[in-house]
């Protein structure tokens, strides 16, 4: 611990090199009027006296890799004004409480430690930072520190607008802003909320004041950009300098870590800066090489077989190795207006028909087309059940011997929802949110978890999942198609009809509200190929 105040003072010394000019070389005042331009001999010693007498980064926030960490995010708040689809439960989520959470001056005292042994830049995050009474009387606090360079804000932006000048003056120099979609009505189903305006209002205040960049989106000829954080697909931890405090005061080296350390229970018990700085040290060191060790093994998302692998690639759903998750939820959502089309039936009522395609090429999978295949043949039985032993024991079929071909299944169901749901979903007006979207979703989901409800079902890589919900109005039933493509040695009829049936039941549970009357039906195979027993069509 002798060494720290040497290395306090080679920082403050090096600092005044670098603002007051004070190094070896001469400094030329410049003339009356003249701006003050250093020559080029003179930069040119200063760095080099900078490279020489440079301060050590502290140890305590080098890790056993090397990897030095001057970046800090603090979460200032659990609580969000949004209900992000992806992010938590409509009615929100069982909050930490309000004496279990980090002061004010708790926050300030951790970071002015991290800053004094070498964090160059904090980020503020939440649930969402804005919300918190104080924000900007934290970030006045922070901007006194010396040596943090940039103090930077996460933000979805719905108080943006009328908070920013306020935070500008107080120091906050960078800004990211969470935007799902351009689309109001979108932005409303994904969040739950209003406000789509009050974040354009928060971007707009923020290029007015000069903020650059303002990170949502990048086109040419435009301000602002976008980026995808591909953290597990293309990661970063080989340089990942960042640690992460949370609402409650714990000490996350990694994100995907479930190890944390309780910052807040040392801090309110009375430890020394030397015993923070001892325990802040011994969590670094044992942060892993990446992803808290996590090993991830992603699949090949592209078959085979030359005939399917010369598909558009758009029509292939999953992730794969080649293309990025973070690309692939993008494409995913990028659903043409096509797939999305009303069409007026005679009663002159609009029908609404959603389909998780992302592609309108004709090669790809569509309800009344198939793979093409050799001519169907009728579908052998058997008289013996496949999934049980000699002496009648539930046992999972082995597989390992069985050629690998071209598997497509299509199944579907029928939900009768009656004709006061039927026209709440038909105009998209359900409390919960769009019905269709969100069913469409979860048969997707449902066909790649199949193996892991089904308990004997083998785990299958699928190449493409489609479903599509169509409107009808002659029975105020919605009808589910669904359909699935794998390539191995096994059928994936389960997987269409775990897709059809989950789709089904997330309907009930978005409609039940409005009639306990609503029933789920004909879920049934209608088609399978590609097994040793031939294909089956249903008349």
Same mark, same amino acid.
């Given at each position: 611990?002798?060494?720290?105040?040497?290395?306090?003072?080679?920082?403050?010394?090096?600092?005044?090199?670098?603002?007051?000019?004070?190094?070896?070389?001469?400094?030329?005042?410049?003339?009356?009027?003249?701006?003050?331009?250093?020559?080029?001999?003179?930069?040119?010693?200063?760095?080099?006296?900078?490279?020489?007498?440079?301060?050590?980064?502290?140890?305590?926030?080098?890790?056993?890799?090397?990897?030095?960490?001057?970046?800090?995010?603090?979460?200032?708040?659990?609580?969000?004004?949004?209900?992000?689809?992806?992010?938590?439960?409509?009615?929100?989520?069982?909050?930490?409480?309000?004496?279990?959470?980090?002061?004010?001056?708790?926050?300030?005292?951790?970071?002015?430690?991290?800053?004094?042994?070498?964090?160059?830049?904090?980020?503020?995050?939440?649930?969402?930072?804005?919300?918190?009474?104080?924000?900007?009387?934290?970030?006045?606090?922070?901007?006194?520190?010396?040596?943090?360079?940039?103090?930077?804000?996460?933000?979805?932006?719905?108080?943006?607008?009328?908070?920013?000048?306020?935070?500008?003056?107080?120091?906050?120099?960078?800004?990211?802003?969470?935007?799902?979609?351009?689309?109001?009505?979108?932005?409303?189903?994904?969040?739950?909320?209003?406000?789509?305006?009050?974040?354009?209002?928060?971007?707009?205040?923020?290029?007015?004041?000069?903020?650059?960049?303002?990170?949502?989106?990048?086109?040419? $000829?435009?301000?602002?950009? /976008? +980026? *995808?954080? #591909?953290? !597990?697909?293309?990661?970063?931890?080989?340089?990942?300098?960042? &640690?992460?405090?949370?609402?409650?005061?714990?000490?996350?080296?990694?994100?995907?870590?479930?190890?944390?350390?309780?910052?807040?229970?040392?801090?309110?018990?009375?430890?020394?800066?030397?015993?923070?700085?001892?325990?802040?040290?011994?969590?670094?060191?044992?942060?892993?090489?990446?992803?808290?060790?996590?090993?991830?093994?992603?699949?090949?998302?592209?078959?085979?077989?030359?005939?399917?692998?010369?598909?558009?690639?758009?029509?292939?759903? $999953?992730?794969?190795?080649? /293309? +990025? *998750?973070? #690309?692939? !939820?993008?494409?995913?959502?990028?659903?043409?207006?096509?797939? &999305?089309?009303?069409?007026?039936?005679?009663?002159?009522?609009?029908?609404?028909?959603?389909?998780?395609?992302?592609?309108?090429?004709?090669?790809?999978?569509?309800?009344?087309?198939?793979?093409?295949?050799?001519?169907?043949?009728?579908?052998?039985?058997?008289?013996?059940?496949?999934?049980?032993?000699?002496?009648?024991?539930?046992?999972?079929?082995?597989?390992?011997?069985?050629?690998?071909?071209?598997?497509?299944?299509?199944?579907?169901?029928?939900?009768?929802?009656?004709? /006061?749901? *039927?026209?709440?979903?038909?105009?998209?007006?359900?409390?919960?949110?769009?019905?269709?979207?969100?069913?469409?979703?979860?048969?997707?989901?449902?066909?790649?978890?199949?193996?892991?409800?089904?308990?004997?079902?083998?785990?299958?890589?699928?190449?493409?999942?489609?479903?599509?919900?169509?409107?009808?109005?002659?029975?105020?039933?919605?009808?589910?198609?669904?359909?699935?493509?794998?390539?191995?040695?096994?059928?994936?009829?389960?997987?269409?009809?775990?897709?059809?049936?989950?789709?089904?039941?997330?309907?009930?549970?978005?409609?039940?509200?409005?009639?306990?009357?609503?029933?789920?039906?004909?879920?049934?195979?209608?088609?399978?190929?590609?097994?040793?027993?031939?294909?089956?069509?249903?008349?």
């Amino acid at each position: 611990m002798a060494a720290q105040p040497v290395s306090q003072l080679l920082r403050r010394f090096v600092r005044s090199c670098a603002r007051g000019c004070s190094s070896v070389a001469p400094v030329t005042q410049p003339r009356p009027g003249e701006p003050s331009r250093p020559s080029t001999e003179e930069l040119s010693t200063r760095l080099q006296f900078l490279r020489e007498h440079a301060a050590p980064f502290s140890a305590f926030l080098t890790d056993s890799f090397g990897r030095q960490h001057s970046y800090l995010r603090i979460s200032l708040t659990e609580k969000c004004n949004l209900r992000c689809q992806y992010c938590m439960p409509e009615e929100g989520v069982p909050l930490t409480p309000k004496a279990d959470l980090l002061t004010t001056e708790e926050i300030l005292t951790l970071t002015r430690l991290f800053v004094k042994e070498g964090v160059n830049k904090i980020r503020l995050t939440g649930g969402e930072p804005l919300i918190r009474p104080d924000v900007v009387n934290i970030v006045a606090q922070l901007h006194q520190l010396e040596g943090l360079r940039t103090i930077g804000v996460t933000t979805n932006g719905i108080n943006l607008a009328r908070l920013l000048p306020q935070l500008q003056k107080a120091g906050l120099n960078a800004i990211n802003i969470s935007l799902d979609t351009l689309v109001p009505a979108k932005f409303e189903f994904i969040v739950r909320r209003k406000g789509f305006h009050k974040v354009m209002e928060g971007i707009h205040k923020a290029i007015e004041l000069g903020y650059n960049p303002v990170k949502v989106f990048k086109i040419p $000829g435009f301000q602002g950009q /976008v +980026s *995808f954080i #591909t953290s !597990m697909s293309e990661h970063f931890c080989g340089t990942c300098n960042r &640690l992460r405090i949370t609402a409650d005061g714990n000490l996350k080296v990694c994100l995907f870590g479930n190890s944390e350390v309780s910052l807040r229970d040392h801090l309110r018990a009375g430890a020394s800066e030397e015993k923070l700085l001892s325990i802040i040290g011994d969590a670094v060191g044992r942060k892993k090489r990446e992803h808290a060790g996590l090993i991830l093994v992603l699949q090949d998302s592209l078959p085979a077989n030359p005939s399917i692998s010369s598909w558009n690639l758009h029509c292939v759903l $999953g992730l794969g190795s080649r /293309v +990025s *998750f973070s #690309t692939q !939820m993008a494409t995913l959502w990028r659903i043409p207006q096509t797939s &999305l089309a009303q069409q007026w039936l005679g009663s002159g009522s609009p029908q609404r028909h959603y389909c998780s395609h992302i592609d309108t090429d004709p090669k790809c999978l569509r309800s009344g087309s198939r793979v093409p295949a050799a001519p169907s043949q009728p579908c052998s039985t058997s008289d013996q059940l496949t999934h049980v032993d000699s002496e009648g024991q539930a046992a999972m079929v082995d597989v390992g011997q069985k050629p690998d071909t071209d598997r497509v299944a299509v199944a579907s169901a029928v939900v009768f929802l009656g004709p /006061v749901a *039927f026209k709440l979903v038909q105009q998209n007006q359900l409390k919960k949110g769009d019905a269709l979207v969100v069913a469409q979703l979860a048969g997707i989901q449902a066909a790649k978890l199949t193996s892991q409800l089904i308990p004997l079902c083998h785990h299958v890589a699928l190449n493409h999942i489609q479903v599509q919900l169509e409107l009808d109005s002659t029975r105020h039933a919605v009808v589910i198609r669904t359909s699935c493509l794998a390539r191995g040695p096994t059928g994936v009829e389960m997987e269409a009809l775990t897709s059809a049936a989950v789709a089904a039941l997330t309907l009930y549970d978005m409609c039940k509200a409005i009639s306990r009357d609503i029933v789920v039906g004909e879920i049934k195979l209608i088609s399978k190929t590609g097994g040793q027993r031939g294909d089956f069509h249903r008349a």
